[in-house]
């Protein structure tokens, strides 16, 4: 496979860490922006790290990020800051401007699996689920459905696709995932992280919102 160049928000989170280790062993160059590069924990040579955070850097910075990447992936929750403000959808609202600028096309956004695509309810089960067990996170799901909407209305030039996870633990691999309609598979971070970097250069899954599901035996 040619080697390709990786832009990730969200690579030191708990998936952000699997899909940046993976990509950098299939021999990928990822580019990241981390608040704390030392959580990485280690050095690669393939690996290069800016400091700095969604909220706080400035338009001519993020296109330096974007210039000469092939792939971005967002892989960023903070659940915390999105009770009160979409803190997602204000960074892809000037993300997807800055790819245009900078001619990249291609872009994978991860959100949860309780979030509803544009014109797709979700089923009675999870709904219930969202607002009982999961509702502490309801101002997460909103900021992901915020995004996964203006993607649908705004940004159709762009090849963008959404990884709806249903992300459970750091356990170990519990076998592979798959692109699914409607069913959708409490999975390990490591088997979404897989899922996500397969799905990114896959490009019958462009102008999808479809969750991930366990592949049968």
């Keep these: 496979m040619t080697s390709q160049t990786f832009l990730v928000f969200g690579a030191t989170g708990q998936t952000g860490q699997h899909f940046t280790s993976l990509a950098l062993r299939e021999g990928h160059t990822v580019r990241a922006l981390a608040r704390n590069p030392s959580k990485f924990g280690y050095e690669h040579p393939a ?88 509702r502490s996170y309801n101002g997460q799901h909103e900021d992901n459905e915020a995004v996964m909407q203006y993607l649908t209305d705004e940004a159709s030039d762009i090849e963008w696709m959404v990884h709806r996870a249903g992300i459970g633990s750091n356990g170990p691999s519990k076998g ?31 102008h999808t919102c479809d969750p991930s599901a366990y592949r049968k035996p």
């Design 47 to 134: 690996l290069e790290v800016h400091t700095g955070t969604v909220t706080d850097i400035p338009d001519p910075d993020l296109d330096e990020l974007v210039r000469g990447v092939d792939y971005v992936v967002s892989m960023l929750g903070d659940v915390e800051a999105q009770k009160t403000r979409k803190v997602n959808t204000e960074f892809v609202r000037r993300l997807v401007p800055a790819m245009r600028r900078q001619g990249v096309k291609r872009f994978l956004y991860q959100a949860g699996g309780l979030s509803k695509a544009p014109g797709q309810p979700l089923p009675p089960a999870l709904w219930a689920v969202r607002k009982t067990l999961a």
């Design 176 to 206: 592979v995932l798959q692109r699914s309609s409607r069913a959708i598979s409490i999975a390990t971070f490591i088997d979404c992280a897989a899922y996500t970097y397969r799905t990114v250069m896959d490009p019958s899954a462009v």
